[in-house]
T-cell receptor, first 113, second 116 residues
Framework: DGGITQSPKYLFRKEGQNVTLSCEQN?????MYWYRQDPGQGLRLIYY???????QKGDIAEGYSVSREKKESFPLTVTSAQKNPTAFYLC????????????FGQGTRLTVV | AQSVAQPEDQVNVAEGNPLTVKCTYS??????LFWYVQYPNRGLQFLLK??????LVKGSYGFEAEFNKSQTSFHLKKPSALVSDSALYFC??????????????FGTGTRLKVLA
């Protein structure tokens, strides 16, 4: 089955730790996105990538980092510089060009303990 | 700044009545417009999109949306609401940036509650 897979579903982070959220897709999409979802704030764009080895900062990139070494994979690292990382993180992918709908993973809920 | 607004945090409607969920946008150029639905603790599912052409677009589960360029709006509608339509709805726009890449941004979401 084609789709987009995020792992883990739940993640707990201690203060000062870096954690990496996985996002893999087998839809052959060039574009991939990371969003953060907080109650009442909708989805805010963290990073996006239109092609392998290239990515752009979104609206709230501070404290996060990404890589795009393979077309299928777009991992997100939440660094210790992110002061309030507790949130629901969503990864999405689409074909490029802007007019295509995005396909979303099931999300990772990150909690700082 | 480019933005999408959903002015209502929650919309309540009785089952069988028509529903409208509002969306307005502030994006230069000609953006593409989308609606998505989210069920608890899940990712978003695509409902419909406007690219060009007819201002009324039809999508999944009986939903439709009307594009109004002069009012920069893209309201989601359904003629007869079902209890199972209760969920969180997001409006989104895709637009080309000055660097030539497409950026995809979302509104804050509207919770739809359909009452039996």
């Amino acid at each position: 089955d084609g789709g987009i897979t995020q792992s883990p579903k739940y993640l707990f982070r201690k203060e000062g730790q870096n954690v990496t959220l996985s996002c893999e897709q087998n839809l052959n999409h060039d574009a991939m996105y990371w969003y953060r979802q907080d109650p009442g704030q909708g989805l805010r764009l963290i990073y996006y990538s239109q092609i392998v080895n290239d990515f752009q900062k979104g609206d709230i990139a501070e404290g996060y980092s990404v890589s795009r070494e393979k077309k299928e994979s777009f991992p997100l690292t939440v660094t210790s510089a992110q002061k309030n990382p507790t949130a629901f993180y969503l990864c999405a992918s689409s074909i490029t060009g802007g007019s295509a709908e995005a396909f979303f993973g099931q999300g990772t809920r990150l909690t700082v303990v | 700044a480019q933005s999408v607004a959903q002015p209502e945090d929650q919309v309540n409607v009785a089952e069988g009545n028509p529903l409208t969920v509002k969306c307005t946008y502030s994006v230069s150029g000609n953006p593409y417009l989308f609606w998505y639905v989210q069920y608890p603790n899940r990712g978003l599912q695509f409902l419909l999109k406007y690219i060009t052409g007819d201002n009324l677009v039809k999508g999944s589960y009986g939903f439709e949306a009307e594009f109004n360029k002069s009012q920069t709006s893209f309201h989601l509608k359904k003629p007869s609401a079902l209890v199972s339509d209760s969920a969180l709805y997001f409006c989104a726009v895709s637009f080309i940036t000055t660097s030539g890449t497409y950026k995809y941004i979302f509104g804050t979401g509207t919770r739809l509650k359909v009452l039996a």
